[in-house]
């Protein structure tokens, strides 16, 4: 870390703390000034919410942020946005569309959702069937997209398309922002094993997007998705909790109230803290390791052990409640949410929500042969379909 970002990014933080107390100025009005002052995403430009440091301050600034009373939490409601939306559109989209929806993003005032998965398409994406076929400037989409989280409240959507079906899968596809309120956009719940439905099935019925919101040029929309991905995995798999919260809280909890003198228990527990912690601070590493842009594919590391670990601390917190874990004390009373369910409040949402922990963002079997392939150096998969233009792959 040099000083001089270490000065430059304090007196920030001080400034808008100063001009902003974070206790008592409205949370949206709060994040409008984050970005205005550069620590919104601290690693973007001036005038893109950034102030061009390395990533890795932005820790600092949240733990200010915090400390102060203040909250983090749009980083939750916008998770597809902030986490994902923003590198993806520094990275690819023209000047316009940064300063037009970059700030709303943070703010929450546009809330974002990510058009990837479809019903044949999820671990194998290049292999998406939904089109958009150009006439004039515009372009007309058909097809149906899945698991698309928080749609229900999204202004914008992240979408991929083909737009070529007659090159191999990976080379026709295309990137566009797609406005969630157009004529055709038909969003309709997926009811979830917590019994919310924090995610939906998208339509898309001769939906018109202008040119001007393609990302990226036509037919490269694989390099953009992967940029989307790259922030995915990190977003999912490097939220740096406060020491000893989160699901490890829970377990600590429900073993004060149900561990007795159990000496495996304890011993489970001490286990669980401790890999929790090491997760925790080999977070915190990697990410003051992080150079500025899009993450590597190393960031799928964060996330496949977060997902397993999550898992089992949460399945053994159930097991310490004994029969009380058996039980579902909200109810499965439908509701649509406001934010994703990976900070459930209760053990036992917790416990159910997990189960997607090694599914969302790509599953963990998906993240090993990323990091056997492209971290290790491992031989690839095979890949029948790589040079078969797609309209002549086999298609359950
Ligand atoms: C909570 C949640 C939220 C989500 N939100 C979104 C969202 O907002 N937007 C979005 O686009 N998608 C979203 N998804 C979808 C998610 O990205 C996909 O579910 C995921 O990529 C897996 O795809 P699939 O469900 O089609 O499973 P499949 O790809 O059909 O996989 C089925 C099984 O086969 C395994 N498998 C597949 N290919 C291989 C391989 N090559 N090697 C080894 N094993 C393999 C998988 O690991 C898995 O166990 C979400 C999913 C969840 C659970």
Redesign the pocket.
């Known amino acids: 870390m040099t000083m001089d970002e270490r000065t430059l990014v304090t007196e920030r933080i001080d400034k808008l703390l100063a001009s902003h107390p974070p206790a008592t100025t409205p949370e949206r009005e709060f994040w409008g000034a984050q970005f205005d002052h550069g620590l919104a995403w601290v690693q973007h430009p001036e005038d893109f919410g950034g102030c061009g440091v390395s990533p890795r301050w932005q820790a600092e600034v949240d733990r200010r942020i915090v400390e102060a009373g203040g909250s983090v939490r749009n980083r939750y409601l916008n998770v597809?946005g902030i986490g994902m939306g923003a590198g993806t559109l520094m990275a690819h989209a023209d000047e316009q569309r940064q300063r037009r929806m970059l700030r709303p993003m943070f703010t929450c005032e546009e809330i974002w959702?990510?058009?990837?998965?479809?019903?044949?398409?999820?671990?194998?994406?290049a292999a998406l069937s939904t089109t958009a076929v150009k006439e004039g400037d515009t372009w007309i989409v058909n097809g149906q997209?899945?698991?698309?989280?928080?749609?229900h409240l999204a202004t914008w959507g992240l979408l991929v398309a083909r737009t070529d079906p007659d090159v191999p899968k990976h080379a026709g596809l295309t990137y566009f922002v797609v406005d969630m309120q157009a004529d055709g956009v038909d969003v309709r719940p997926l009811y979830?094993i917590t019994g919310e439905a924090?995610?939906n099935e998208v339509y898309f019925d001769d939906v018109r997007i202008n040119d001007d919101m393609r990302v990226g040029e036509v037919g490269q929309g694989w390099a953009v998705a992967m940029t989307t991905l790259m922030n995915e995995r990190v977003a999912i798999g490097s939220n740096v909790a406060p020491r000893g919260s989160g699901a490890i809280a829970h377990a600590l909890e429900a073993w004060r109230q149900h561990g007795g003198d159990d000496p495996v228990a304890r011993d489970q527990l001490l286990r669980y803290w401790v890999e929790a912690e090491a997760q925790r601070l080999t977070t915190i590493r990697a990410g003051e390791a992080r150079k500025s842009g899009t993450p590597g594919p190393e960031g799928s590391t964060g996330k496949l052990h977060w997902a397993d670990l999550n898992k089992a601390i949460t399945a053994f917190t159930i097991d310490l409640l004994g029969a009380e874990g058996m039980t579902y004390p909200g109810g499965y009373e439908f509701t649509r949410p406001d934010e994703?369910a990976n900070r459930a409040e209760s053990p036992h949402k917790a416990f159910l929500?997990a189960r997607?922990n090694?599914?969302?963002?790509?599953?963990?079997?998906?993240m090993?042969?990323i990091l056997g392939e492209r971290v290790l150096g491992l031989p690839g998969?095979p890949r029948v379909d790589k040079n078969v233009p797609w309209r002549e792959v086999p298609r359950s």
């Open positions: 597809l959702c990510q058009l990837f998965s479809e019903p044949g398409a999820g671990s194998d994406l997209k899945v698991w698309t989280t928080l749609a979830q924090e995610f994703t929500r997607a090694s599914i969302e963002g790509g599953t963990s079997e998906i090993k042969n998969e």
